[in-house]
Nanobody
């Protein structure tokens, strides 16, 4: 049974930083991308960042480019999201995701095979 367990969410002031982690288990994830999505209250779930199996390719939503960095450790089946210069509009539940896509440029919810349970990130102004 595949499990994705997120950690690292919390409350932070605007301008601060948080690091999210997601540990995957239950199968091997060779050739799968790992990604983060987020969903704010009253809004649809949106793509944040993705990283290829090798870690050699990444893609980011325009809203987080230059502030967030995604990385992965395949030995630990873990993906990370370093979030810097946080803004109140980054407030959302953040979800870890694992899936397959021809290219990271087209990743959206339809490419996801497995989801984590979500972790809350709240940025105060």
């Amino acid at each position: 049974q595949v499990q994705l367990v997120e950690s690292g969410g919390g409350l932070v002031q605007a301008g601060g930083s948080l690091r999210l982690s997601c540990a995957a288990s239950g199968r091997t994830f060779s050739r799968y991308f790992m990604a983060w999505f987020r969903q704010a209250p009253g809004k649809e779930r949106e793509f944040v960042a993705a990283i290829s199996w090798s870690g050699g390719s990444t893609n980011y939503a325009d809203s987080v480019k230059g502030r967030f960095a995604i990385s992965r450790d395949n030995a630990k089946n873990t993906v990370y999201l370093q979030m810097n210069s946080l803004k109140p509009e980054d407030t959302a539940v953040y979800y870890c995701a694992v899936g397959r896509a021809i290219t990271l440029r087209v990743v959206d919810s339809s490419h996801v095979d497995y989801w984590g349970q979500g972790t809350q990130v709240t940025v105060s102004s």
